[in-house]
């Protein structure tokens, strides 16, 4: 008996303790470490409101950008207070030295462009913030979201497959699905050759099917299914992200994140399915295919070969699978924003326009455009980086500092996060001038580093050594939907558009984009 009683005891000993060690880690990390973090930076003159326990200021984040979307603005291009309204209200309040709290994290507000380029530069010291693993599974762990040796392996891989050389083969494949879609705008016309619609849908499926035709090639109606989940998958996402910081949520076993495991498992089955169909098909000796899938597969096998086949110098199955995962939001998301903003600013200014389409006329008149002509497109590509300065597909940027970095004047410690509002960098009149609110394309007339002064004052794609590697392909994908758009159509807007510019994954316009289009 006394050994039991003594068994007993002891377990009840190693419980409180247990507890005890539980509590006091939770208290560190949710109000001890938060105010000594606060500490140091008010040190420094930074400033901020004060640390509230657990949530920092969501709830505020979360009503501001609530009253920001609940009505359209003005038709305006001044969207800073709509779509980063916390940010440009503390900065307001406290001057560019400030910080925000997302839930118990500081993040410092990063807006001097030199400071922006050590952010940049220091890639090692500022990593991607990690969001809760259970979430990043579900959605992707491809190269956007890795660090160290790994993703200089991953980039090196998957480099070759997004060189100008292999864009150019995969043309056709966009010609295509930009055509199919003015196919389906004709058949819209009314007998006046006028038609009013939303293009926003249109521009969306045009991207993701751009992105299944040339990642997946004659597999591309996987590939529209697997887009469709991963759309479905990222909206979930959005609905519990706000959540990630809540201890013991992620063991919740919320009807959200069952359905987001079973559509990654869906998506898991069908690309695992067509990888290895494809590698099957490469080792019988079969040519590789001109698509992202069979680029990567090939790269990936060359890699391990180089190395005496050690498989461990390539990609694993599950690596592909979440690079492949990443292609939907690298190739989706942003091209489809930057075409409707595209197209709502030139249903603005007509003259632009129209100066426009005299350009792809001259280039190309009415034949199908080419990779070489898309490259002397000067007037287009003005535009595009002028909307890409207004309109960053992505408005902010967050780094994690791991170790204490210094910044500038500033000693960050270890746990604080830097924030890049690209968006609000993109509209300082200090950097850009009196017009920086206007859409003026004619500042790019001499190219980006001309009219930023070799500052990094413009960088919708990110910067440095980790820009986005489908740059490019956004690009020339942007450059030949415009193309063909312009050959066939003329546009304004529509008396129903309500501008509403509104961060959902990407800047979206939260009405959609009620067009007037007139054949040509």
Sequence with gaps: MEEVAWATTACMVVTVILTLIGVWKMLNRLWLRPKKLEMLLRK??????????????????????????????????????????????????????????????????ITDPELVKDV????????????????SKLIATGLLSHEGEKWLKHRRIINPAFNLAKLKVMLP???????????????????????????????????????????????????????????????????????????????????????????????????????????????????????LLGQLLESNRTEIQKHGNNKNMGMTLQDVIEECKLFYFAGSESTSALLVWTMVLMSRYLDWQERAREEVLQVFGKQKPDFDGLSHLKIVTMILHEVLRLYPPGTVLTRTVHEDRKLGDLTLPAGVQVSLPIVLVHHDSKLWGDDANEFNPARFSEGISKVTNGKVSFFPFGWGPRICIGQNFAMVEAKMAL??????????????????????RTLQPQYGAQLILRKL
Excluded at 205 to 215: G, K, P
Excluded at 261 to 274: P, Q, S
Excluded at 494 to 499: E, G, K, M, Q, V
Aim: glycine fraction near 6%.
């Design 173 to 291: 494949a966009i010609f295509k699905s930009c055509y199919d879609m003015i196919s389906k705008w004709e058949d819209m016309l009314s007998s006046d050759g006028s038609c009013e619609m939303d293009v926003w849908p249109s521009l969306q499926n045009l991207a993701s099917d751009v992105i299944a035709q040339t990642a997946f090639g004659s597999n591309y109606e996987d590939g529209r299914r697997i887009f469709q989940l991963q759309k479905e998958q990222a909206e979930l996402t959005m609905k519990i992200i706000m959540k990630i910081f809540i201890p013991g949520w992620r063991f919740l076993p919320t009807s959200t994140r069952r359905r987001m495991k079973e559509i990654d498992t869906e998506i898991v089955a069908l690309l695992k399915a067509m990888i290895n169909k494809r590698e099957n098909a490469l080792k019988e000796g079969e040519a590789t295919k001109n698509d």
């Design 120 to 135: 940049f530069f220091g890639y090692h010291d500022y990593r991607k913030v990690s969001i809760n693993p259970l979430v």
């Design 483 to 504: 193309s063909i758009i312009l050959q066939h159509f003329s546009f304004e807007l529509s008396p129903a558009y309500a501008h509403a510019p509104s961060v959902v």
């Design 44 to 109: 420094q003159g930074l400033r901020g409101s004060p640390y509230r326990f657990l949530v920092g200021d969501i709830k505020e984040m979360l009503k501001m950008g609530k009253e920001a979307q609940s009505k359209p603005m003005t038709l305006s291009d001044d969207i800073v207070p709509r779509v980063v309204s916390f940010i440009h209200q503390k900065i307001n309040k406290h001057g560019k030295n400030t910080f925000i709290w997302f839930g118990p994290t500081p993040r410092v507000i």
